[in-house]
């Protein structure tokens, strides 16, 4: 759920639109394979610190940032792409618009629903901590098959706010305004081809930035949300799959491969739980039927409020691709690590590493052998989840050294609710599993697996 955005976003929303005004004024599917892959890559915006604690600390910070938003044809194969993984924490695929097709990286958001890139040589990004000239962009002037979205078009939920309610031939074009963390973005949609290999998608809805806030990293974005202008949805699949396969928050090119399949029906070795009703006020999230936490063989004592959403958007367990480490409001936060430290207790806390970086509990393993709880999740269905402790704890130096619980949480730990999901099950948490997203059948799937 998109969070209210600061008066410094209200200020730049009313002068964006007035320059997306003044500026800009005027599908099917062919061929259809069975799945397509895309690779998939992790990435930092700008190069990491070398300071492993400096590093941590950054990829906390950016963490925190994303938790203020989040408060089958039967004649062709599936269609795959590489899947990379990126040194600021998420995954990226390439996709290519336009005719002749143009490549940019996208970042795969499961916590958002519109796919956008930096477009025209105008592109301005304000309060950044990266250089709008060093973005790549998509350039609307060198493609043939774009058209402009209008606003009086039925997909457009901005409306038309220049023209006459009664107006029939309104020239605007359709703008929007999205707000990630403590950034945004705003621009205006095009109707474009998206093109895959023996697969290409007509008019597909498409965001045209022009103008970013706060951002920090250079990449387009890739909504998988649950709407209608999410790349899956869009591309009318039934299910989409990925598996991650990176830790260590890297430019590197082993990718992995994610999977938009058009076949209904189960995946061999997959556990699936429901998706869960979404709350009127967050449409967009992929909400999981957890029943219980475990950590080793413990039982988290988490009221239930906090594991089901309400009908205000409040509670409940998301799953995120966009978020790189995982989030637990306040209370769930408090009792989850108030069992690990009962659990850990052998082991000596970094207190210093806890203030630095800004997550915690930290510990030190120089010279220890290294033993950290399962973290389970039993969903409904009976489904389970094991995250290996070595796979969910951060460490500065695989695996030994220090090493820091990677979850983030309010900064008012004492508030009894906060708004937006309790419990968020970030991209860290999936490493090394293959995760299904059934939209068909309306469920979530997964396995442990080497990626």
């Given at each position: 759920m998109a969070s209210t955005p600061p008066s410094f976003l209200l200020l730049s929303l009313f002068?964006?639109?007035?320059?997306?005004?003044?500026a800009f004024s005027s599908e099917e599917i062919e061929n259809t394979p069975l799945t397509i892959?895309?690779?998939?890559?992790?990435?930092?915006?700008?190069?990491?610190?070398?300071?492993?604690?400096?590093?941590?600390?950054?990829?906390?910070?950016?963490?925190k940032s994303r938790t203020h938003l989040l408060k089958y044809g039967k004649t062709s194969p599936p269609l795959k792409t590489p899947l990379y993984p990126m040194e600021y924490g998420g995954h990226t695929i390439p996709l290519s618009f336009g005719t002749p097709p143009q490549k940019l990286s996208y970042l795969v958001d499961t916590g958002s629903t519109v796919v956008w890139a930096p477009c025209t040589t105008h592109y301005q990004c304000i309060n950044c901590t990266i250089s709008a000239k060093d973005v790549p962009f998509f350039e609307p002037q060198l493609s043939t098959s774009l058209t402009n979205l209008s606003c009086k078009n039925p997909t457009c939920n901005t409306g038309c706010l220049r023209c006459k309610a009664n107006s029939?031939?309104?020239?605007?074009v359709c703008t929007y305004y999205i707000q990630y963390g403590t950034g945004a973005e705003a621009g205006y949609y095009l109707l474009e081809d998206l093109h895959f290999p023996k697969k290409t998608i007509r008019n597909f809805i498409v965001g045209c930035t022009t103008i970013g806030f706060r951002e920090s990293y250079t990449d387009a974005m890739a909504g998988f949300g649950r709407s209608m202008f999410s790349l899956p949805v869009q591309m009318k699949v039934k299910k989409f799959a990925y598996c991650l396969n990176s830790h260590y928050f890297d430019n590197t090119r082993n990718s992995s491969r994610l999977i938009f399949d058009y076949r209904d029906g189960d995946t061999k070795g997959l556990s699936y739980t429901p998706f869960l009703k979404n709350p009127p006020d967050s449409p967009d999230y992929y909400y999981l039927n957890v029943k219980n936490l475990m950590l080793g063989n413990k039982i988290l004592p988490i009221p239930s409020k906090y594991l089901a959403p309400g009908s205000n958007a409040t509670g409940g367990l998301i799953i995120d691709s966009g978020f790189s480490y995982g989030y637990m409001a306040g209370p769930v936060y408090k009792i989850a690590t108030n069992e690990l430290k009962k659990q850990m207790s052998k082991y000596r806390r970094s207190h210093a590493a806890e203030e630095e970086i800004g997550l915690g509990p930290c510990y030190n393993f120089t010279g220890r052998k290294i033993e950290i709880p399962d973290l389970i999740y039993h969903f409904a269905g009976g489904a389970t989840m094991v995250v290996p402790g070595k796979r969910y704890f951060k460490f500065d130096t695989e695996p030994t050294g220090l090493g820091c619980f990677p979850v983030d949480t309010d900064d008012a730990k004492n508030l009894e609710f906060t708004p937006g999901p309790s419990i968020i099950l970030g991209n860290y948490m999936q490493v090394n599993q293959y995760i299904e997203y059934d939209l068909k059948n309306n469920r979530f799937g997964f396995r442990q697996q080497k990626c």
């Open positions: 002068t964006l639109f007035s320059l997306l005004f003044s892959t895309l690779p998939l890559t992790p990435k930092f915006a700008r190069e990491p610190s070398t300071d492993p604690m400096v590093f941590l600390q950054q990829l906390a910070s950016s963490s029939k031939n309104c020239p605007q």
